[in-house]
């Protein structure tokens, strides 16, 4: 049951250009969105969220967009480092729930 | 700087035996939580805990799983008999709870059953 859903298992970017990686998700209870930097044999590291009542929030490099009629998110970094390389989650929560759930991730490369 | 502590950060143990993990918080939160990634696979919800009792469950946290708080500080999952298919990284996560709220993890506890 792939309520979170991260299409990309991995995506190469230039430095100095812009990433973008997406999350789709299918519960229409979720009302809050999180973003997720990992590193292996690390605990993931929250980088950005963004409340179902915005559809952008924005923090330095970081930028998330919200559509909720497309049931969709991205995550823009610009622009891309080399130390943006790693694995990056998106994950939700809603419906009075604590639970996060989260795709399955995305793996970031930025080449110098 | 990380807001707990976990320990151990490797653990390599026998089929069937006890294991305790253990996640120590610097400051006071709220909520608390244990969620687990299977190498290659995506991070897993176990449980939830306010208020020195469990919130909220998955389906993985049968009856070989519980969590405690006993002295209001370490903050413990214990698995019974541990099985081969619980070797994982499990995290310790906390927030503050409700809709809006933000969870952080620690840096994990590598378990290896064998």
């Known amino acids: 049951d792939q309520q979170v859903k991260q299409n990309s298992p991995s995506l190469s970017v230039q430095e100095g250009r812009i990433s973008i990686l997406n999350c789709d998700y299918t519960?229409?209870?979720?009302?809050?969105f999180l973003w997720y930097k990992k590193y292996p044999a690390e605990g993931p590291t929250f980088l950005i969220s963004?409340?179902?009542?915005?559809d952008k929030n924005e923090d330095g490099r970081f930028t998330v967009f919200l559509n909720k009629s497309a049931k969709h998110l991205s995550l823009h970094i610009v622009p891309s480092q080399p130390g943006d390389s790693a694995v990056y989650f998106c994950?939700?929560?809603?419906?009075?729930?604590?639970?996060?759930?989260f795709g399955k991730g995305t793996k970031l490369t930025v080449n110098p | 700087e990380p807001e707990v502590t976990q320990t151990p950060s490797h653990q390599v143990t026998q089929m069937g035996q006890e294991v305790i993990l253990r996640c120590v918080p610097i400051?006071?939160?709220?909520?608390f939580y244990w969620y687990r990634q299977i190498l290659g696979q995506k991070v897993e919800f176990l449980v939830s805990?306010?208020?020195?009792?469990?919130?909220?469950k998955s389906e993985i946290f049968d009856d070989q799983f519980s969590v405690e708080r006993p002295d209001g500080s370490n903050f413990t999952l214990k698995i019974r008999s541990t099985k081969l298919e619980d070797s994982a990284m499990y995290f310790c996560?906390?927030?503050?709870?409700?809709?809006?709220?933000?969870?952080?993890f620690g840096e994990g506890s590598w378990l290896t059953v064998v």
């Open positions: 519960n229409s209870m979720f009302d809050y």
């Open positions: 996560a906390w927030g503050r709870g409700g809709s809006g709220n933000t969870i952080y």
């Open positions: 805990f306010y208020n020195n009792e469990i919130s909220e």
């Open positions: 400051s006071n939160h709220l909520y």
């Open positions: 963004i409340s179902s009542i915005k």
């Open positions: 994950a939700a929560k809603g419906g009075g729930s604590e639970k996060l759930v």
